[in-house]
Every structure is written in structure tokens, then in C-alpha cells.
């Protein structure tokens, strides 16, 4: 099991080129608490010791070092330039053999690695799953806190608004996190046993920016090949469906700024290809509600997230 300390995070993702996807990367990240916690403030980096690095290399053309900051209370990682992946398991008293990728959000700049990552990944050790947060690769950020609130500020500079890409745009500029999520899946398949693993078993979620790695992994990821996926408040553009996608769960809130208003076209490509696909559109809950507790009936997404693994067999054990 993970030792690190346990905070509230939030991370986003908008429907962007990934060049100009950090420009969605601070407007949401507010959680809801009081405002004056809302200066980027750094801090050091926290125990990482069950963190296990995946071998991807170094993120080309990055000099930056990794910085950590807190912000409403959270903690958010950015200059990611070596990929890691951290292992929660659960207890063997109750271990299903299922296992989960969990993908954080952050607008491919930062990475909300506590309210879309630990929490979540304790939560479904609770439930007997290993989870395993994903600490992918991110574009470079500069180094001193002050130029990069103030680079975050200019991308947010009024009548700013970055132009839409398709898909498959998106998808060709995430090669290093798809191969960050490739090795994700390589590597618990390679210890499915000492880590009490279903190799058959092993799914991905992802939030906001780690939904969008999600969907690339499923649709472009060779190799990992999730058994199942959820979409958080991703993107939901329509996408060209494999035969043999994974089933499928997304939850969006219906006041999301970035997707809410949208057609939800990546439901009816899923069902359009026959393949399994579950909905929950939330009336409330933004964008980035993760694991945070809020007044809204967006707050019960995992526990609906659970019972849809159960309905599919993948809280049943089988090892």
C-alpha cells in the first residue's frame, strides 16, 4: 500500500490540441473551499517509496525539474518528465483479481494527483481492486512558481479561445503518455502475481486530461488493451469504435463547461459498434468534482462506478 499523505486535489482536461490543452489547466481547478487558499503555493515533494518508474525515458526537450505546489487545499505535480506508476492494493482477504490504471487530470500541464489519483485509488483498494495511479509524462511548464501562474494567466487572457481538433489530432499528440500507459499496463501484467492480479482483468480510468488518455490508450494503445474503462468528465467527441472495444462507464455532470452542453457523441459511437456503455449525465457537480465531497448527486459517481464493475463480474474473485 501507498504511504502518501492523503489531500485533496482537482484536474481538467478541455477538447484542445495538446499543444494548447495547459490552457484549460487552471480555470477549473478550484475546489470548493474558501478563497483564500487559492495562491499556487510550492511545497515539497511527498513520499513516493512504493512509486516504481516505468521505464519510458526522459520526456524529450524537458529541463525543467518535477515541482509539487498546493493550491485550495490540494496538491498538484507538474514537469513530470519521468513516468511512474504506484500500487494500492487491497487486502488479500478481499481481493478480487481485478485491477485499475488510474489516470489523473490536469490539462497535460499539472496532474491532480490526490482528488483523481490517491483518493481513487484507495477507494477501490476498499472494494478489493488493486488501483495503480499513473503519473504520465506533461508538457514543460517554467520553473519559478511566479512565471507560471503568470503564464496559466495569459492563456486565460480574455477573448483567448483555442481552436477545436478532432480525435485522431488529439490522439497523434499523446505518444509519450500513451506510451507512459502501455508500460502501465506491461508492468502489472509482468507482476499480476506478486501482486495478485487478474491479468485478463486490468481496466483504466481516467479524469478530464487522463479520460483523454484513457480513450487514446483504448483506441491507440497496441498492447494495453483494457478490459474496461471509465471516462470522468472527459471528452466525448465521437470516435471510430473498435469490434472489440471494452465496456465502457462515463459520468459528466450536466453543468460541466467544457462537455456538458456537448452531444455526447462518443456514447452513441459505443453503441453504434455494440458495444456496452453505461451514462450518467449528473444534473450538478462542474467540472473536476473527482473524489471531492459536494452537495450534488455527482458525488455518488463511484458508487455507481462499483456497482457497474460488479454488474460485469469484476467484483466477483476469482484468484
Do not use: C
Not at 512509486?51 to 515541482?67: D, H, I, W
Not at 487486502?91 to 494527483?113: E, R
Not at 500513451?178 to 506478486?194: C, K, N, T, Y
Not at 480510468?205 to 487522463?210: E, K, L, P, R, W
Request: proline share 9%; charged share 15%; hydrophobic share 45%.
Amino acid at each position: 500500500m501507498s504511504r502518501i499523505t492523503s489531500v485533496t486535489a482537482r484536474g481538467l482536461y478541455a477538447r484542445v490540441p495538446f499543444t494548447r490543452i495547459g490552457m484549460v489547466a487552471a480555470l477549473l481547478m478550484a475546489a470548493p473551499v474558501s478563497a483564500q487558499n487559492d495562491k499556487m503555493v510550492p511545497i515539497a515533494a511527498p513520499a513516493q517509496s512504493d512509486a516504481v518508474q516505468l521505464g519510458t525515458g526522459k520526456l524529450p526537450r524537458s529541463t525543467a525539474p518535477e515541482a509539487w505546489h498546493s493550491q485550495y487545499g490540494s496538491v498538484f505535480v507538474r514537469n513530470v518528465t519521468f513516468a511512474t506508476l504506484t500500487p494500492f492494493l487491497p487486502d488479500p482477504a478481499i481481493a478480487t483479481g481485478t485491477a485499475v490504471i488510474v489516470a489523473p487530470g490536469g490539462g497535460f500541464k499539472t496532474l491532480s494527483m490526490q482528488n483523481e489519483g490517491w483518493d481513487v485509488a484507495r477507494a477501490l483498494a476498499a472494494q478489493g481492486v488493486a488501483a495503480f495511479v499513473l503519473k504520465y509524462r506533461l508538457n514543460p511548464t517554467p520553473v519559478a512558481m511566479p512565471a507560471f501562474e503568470r503564464s496559466m494567466a495569459e492563456m486565460f487572457a480574455p477573448g483567448r479561445q483555442p481552436p477545436r481538433a478532432q480525435p485522431d489530432a488529439m490522439i497523434a499528440g499523446l505518444a509519450p503518455q500513451i506510451a507512459d500507459a502501455r508500460a502501465a499496463f506491461a508492468l502489472v501484467r509482468q507482476r499480476s502475481g506478486e501482486w495478485h492480479v487478474d491479468p485478463s482483468r486490468i481496466g483504466m480510468i481516467g479524469f478530464s486530461a487522463g479520460a483523454m488518455l484513457t480513450m487514446a490508450t483504448t483506441i491507440a494503445g497496441g498492447d494495453a488493451k483494457p478490459a474496461f474503462i471509465g471516462n470522468i468528465y472527459g471528452p466525448l467527441a465521437a470516435m471510430t469504435v473498435p469490434a472489440d472495444a471494452p465496456p465502457m462507464f462515463v459520468a459528466l455532470a450536466a453543468d460541466d463547461p467544457f462537455f456538458g452542453a456537448g452531444k455526447f457523441e462518443l456514447i452513441a459511437s459505443w453503441r453504434a459498434a455494440k458495444r456496452p456503455v453505461e451514462f450518467h449525465l449528473f444534473e450538478q457537480g462542474g467540472h473536476g468534482f473527482g473524489m471531492y465531497p459536494k452537495p450534488t448527486t455527482s458525488t455518488g459517481w463511484f458508487e455507481e462506478f462499483t456497482r457497474w464493475m460488479a454488474m460485469h463480474g469484476l467484483l466477483t474473485r476469482t484468484r
